[in-house]
């Protein structure tokens, strides 16, 4: 999974994307994606992402998936691996899992997103799971590792367009420099991905707006528990007044009542306040553990 079950890791952002190629003769194309943490700004975590046929998979240290390429493919479609490996940017983990992964390879293109622009770490794995489920199956011909890099690569630059791409070196979607056939899919990975996160903002607007609701009318109904109490102490004071007005010698002893009613009054206020705010706590407490649950079930839609 790309996204964990805590809203930490969702806030992550997208720093860079390097699209790689092997230079062995199968030329195999994987992307590295750059994450960097929302808090400790130093922090930076490595995604690597590619496509491959797989017979059987393993997995790593880091409880990702990659799946073992056959050593011949039978039929042009078989099932594919899309693998996600993560790991944090340090130099002897990135380096040996490539190596030992890929082998020899070169960086042809970077994609730079600036700080104001970057997309989050959610926003990239609804596109991968769109993805995913655009070609559930590997094809040679169309869904191939040339494909799934280059839809991805295109696909963030059509979503997120102040990115900045720089070019090292020719030699994207080809093989021995001939442009490698696959299918064209970016502007429907766009569409998909449009719809899905509308789908997203939708929802948490909707719980959002409910959560508002149950808000007002508990404070509604609080307001309500207390009011007949104010109102008698109201009534009280205003008794207590018309006492003293009728007689003199009475008149130490009213005001006293309605001081007394006064107190009681601003007693019975303070009270409903105070339940109020707790009504508030608790709702937003509820609302709170029900976003977490909605992003751990969207983390497990997304995979």
């Known amino acids: 999974m790309l996204i964990r079950s805590n809203e930490l890791s969702s806030q992550c952002q997208l720093e860079?994307?390097?699209?790689?190629?092997?230079?062995?003769?199968?030329?195999?194309?994987?992307?590295?994606?750059?994450?960097?943490?929302?808090i400790?700004?130093?922090?930076?975590?490595?995604?690597?992402?590619?496509?491959t046929p797989c017979t059987d998979s393993t997995?790593?240290?880091?409880?990702?998936?990659?799946?073992?390429?056959?050593?011949?493919?039978?039929?042009?479609?078989v099932s594919p691996c899309d693998s996600i490996f993560t790991t944090s940017n340090s130099g002897s983990a990135i380096k040996s899992y490539l190596s030992r992964t890929y082998g020899p390879f070169k960086k042809l293109c970077?994609?730079?997103?600036?700080?104001?622009?970057r997309p989050s770490?959610?926003?990239?794995?609804?596109?991968?799971?769109?993805?995913?489920?655009?070609?559930?199956?590997y094809h040679l011909y169309q869904y191939q590792c040339h494909w799934y890099a280059h839809t991805v690569w295109e696909a963030l630059k059509r979503l997120f367009p102040?990115?900045?791409?720089?070019?090292?070196s020719d030699g994207r979607s080809s093989?021995?420099?001939?442009?490698?056939?696959?299918?064209?899919?970016?502007?429907?990975?766009?569409?998909?991905?449009?719809?899905?996160?509308?789908?997203i903002e939708n929802a948490a607007e909707e719980r959002r707006r409910a959560k508002e609701d149950e808000v007002r009318q508990l404070r509604m109904e609080v307001r309500a528990q207390y009011q007949a109490e104010i109102d008698q102490a109201v009534r009280r004071a205003e008794e207590a007044e018309r006492e003293a007005e009728e007689a003199k010698r009475e008149a130490e002893e009213a005001k006293r009542e309605a001081e007394e009613a006064e107190r009681e009054a601003e007693e019975a206020e303070r009270k409903a306040?105070?339940?109020?705010?707790?009504?508030?706590?608790?709702?937003?407490?509820?609302?709170?553990?029900?976003?977490?649950?909605?992003?751990?079930?969207?983390?497990?839609?997304?995979v």
């Open 16 to 38: 860079r994307v390097v699209h790689c190629k092997c230079t062995s003769d199968k030329e195999h194309e994987f992307l590295l994606l750059h994450f960097r943490h929302p």
């Open 40 to 51: 400790q700004q130093h922090a930076v975590a490595i995604l690597v992402l590619d496509r």
């Open 59 to 77: 997995e790593n240290n880091n409880g990702s998936s990659r799946c073992m390429q056959s050593p011949c493919i039978v039929s042009p479609s």
């Open 110 to 117: 970077y994609l730079d997103f600036p700080a104001s622009a």
């Open 121 to 137: 770490a959610i926003q990239v794995s609804v596109l991968l799971s769109a993805l995913s489920k655009q070609s559930p199956s």
């Open 162 to 168: 102040d990115c900045h791409e720089i070019t090292k």
């Open 175 to 199: 093989h021995l420099g001939v442009k490698i056939e696959k299918a064209d899919s970016v502007e429907v990975m766009c569409e998909q991905y449009h719809a899905q996160w509308a789908r």
């Open 273 to 302: 306040e105070e339940a109020e705010r707790k009504a508030e706590e608790r709702v937003r407490a509820e609302w709170q553990a029900e976003m977490d649950r909605m992003r751990a079930q969207l983390e497990r839609q997304a």
